[in-house]
């Protein structure tokens, strides 16, 4: 529908989902598309305005989907709370903004020790972290200190294994201005693979 830049395998711009009459999309998506070695990788997203959402920001923004699973794993598994523990509402909300504070406690002093190690945020490990922080407090010791003091000889500081995303700069010509075609169209879905269901 519109291309916003194009410069080899590397493509941003609008398309229309469904190539045949009878099985197409109401709005146009964004399709962005690079070439990294072999891979040609190809990314849809609804955010169609590039200067919003740059081409390099999609690759790492798509990397980035499953980091709520983290922030559920550091809940259920690192801070152990699997499971609330009452019949009465009130007390399972308090639980529940309790776990949620001590979490994003725990993310900042995280970060704090990465920006003082001067390392990726990734490279602190967030189960020794959560082990060891409040022995080290007990104790009273600075633990954000102790990890970029000690944390690269002890393992708290370790390189990461998270697959780095990496994505070419953004094409300097962008072709922003969309001419006056419709970014809407009347939507037609087959429902080939759709079973309808009667309801009384």
Known sequence: MHTFAQH???????????????DRAAHPVRLVQFRLGNDLCRYLTN????????????A??????????????LIKQHLGRSLWWSTKDSVI????????????????????????????VFDVSLPLLVRY????????????????????LAGFIRPSRRIVIHAPDPPLA???????????RTPRYA????Q?????
């Open 8 to 22: 080899g395998d590397t493509f941003d711009g609008l398309v229309w989902l469904g190539a045949y009459r009878s």
């Open 47 to 58: 955010v169609r305005d590039p200067q919003q959402l740059p081409l390099d920001e999609v």
């Open 60 to 73: 790492r923004l798509y990397a980035r989907r499953w980091d709520i699973e983290m922030a559920f794993q």
């Open 93 to 120: 909300h308090q639980q529940l903004y309790a776990i949620l504070i001590i979490a994003q406690i725990v993310q900042g002093l995280r970060l704090e020790i990465a920006a003082r190690a001067g390392v990726d």
């Open 133 to 152: 922080l409040p022995l080290f407090a007990a104790q009273g010791e600075d633990p954000v200190a102790l990890f970029v003091e000690r944390g690269r």
């Open 174 to 184: 962008y072709a922003i201005s969309i001419s006056e075609r419709p970014i809407r």
């Open 191 to 194: 429902e080939r693979r759709c």
């Open 196 to 200: 309808r269901t009667k309801t009384n």
